[in-house]
C-alpha cells in the first residue's frame, strides 16, 4: 500500500472533526491490522473503486467519543449509540472519504464511492472486500479514541 493513498484519509478525518466538532485528533503510530475485530464501538465503512485501484475505509470510534462528536455537531446528547448516531457515523465516513477522494483527485487518482454502512456493538467486526493489506491507524483526544482502516489493492 503507498503513503499517497493513506494520507488523505488521515488529513481528511483530522480535518472533518476539527471543523465539524472542534476536536483535535492526534494520530498514533499506524501498524497492519491481521484481524477483523473492529477497535471501538461504532464504525462506518465504505467502499471505493476506481481505474487505478479499488479498497474501502473505514472509521472506528470509542463510545464516548462518539456521543461527543454527536453532541457537538448536532446539539443532542443521547446515552448510548442509537440510530441517529450511527446515521451521523455514516456522514462522517461519507465525509472523510469525500475529503480524501478530492485530495486523491488533484493527484490523479479518481475513484467512486459506494454508500457507508455502519455497525455497533462491543466486539463488531469490519470486512474490507478488497484483498489486500490493512493498515490501522488510530487517533486519540480527550474524548476517547478513533482508529481508522484503510485496505487497498
Avoid at 461527543?68 to 448510548?80: H, I, S
Wanted: with cysteine; proline share 5%; net charge negative.
Amino acid at each position: 500500500m503507498r503513503v499517497e493513498f493513506i494520507n488523505p484519509f488521515i488529513t481528511s478525518l483530522i480535518n472533518v472533526m476539527k471543523t465539524m466538532a472542534q476536536l483535535d485528533l492526534q494520530p498514533g503510530k499506524p501498524k497492519k491490522k491481521l484481524d477483523s475485530l473492529a477497535r471501538g464501538d461504532v464504525s462506518g465503512l465504505i467502499g471505493m473503486v476506481g481505474p487505478q485501484t479499488k479498497g474501502s475505509m473505514s472509521i472506528t470510534f470509542d463510545q464516548g467519543l462518539a456521543l461527543e462528536v454527536m453532541r457537538r455537531m448536532l446539539g443532542e446528547a443521547p446515552d448510548e449509540l442509537n440510530e441517529e448516531v450511527t446515521d451521523m457515523v455514516g456522514e462522517i465516513t461519507n465525509m472523510v472519504t469525500g475529503g480524501a477522494k478530492r485530495i486523491l483527485g488533484e493527484e490523479g487518482y479518481e475513484f467512486d464511492m459506494a454508500t457507508p454502512i455502519v455497525v455497533s456493538g462491543p466486539n463488531h467486526s469490519i470486512s474490507h472486500k478488497t484483498e489486500g493489506m490493512k493498515l490501522m491507524m488510530p487517533f486519540t483526544c480527550d474524548q476517547g479514541r478513533a482508529v481508522i482502516e484503510i485496505c487497498f489493492e
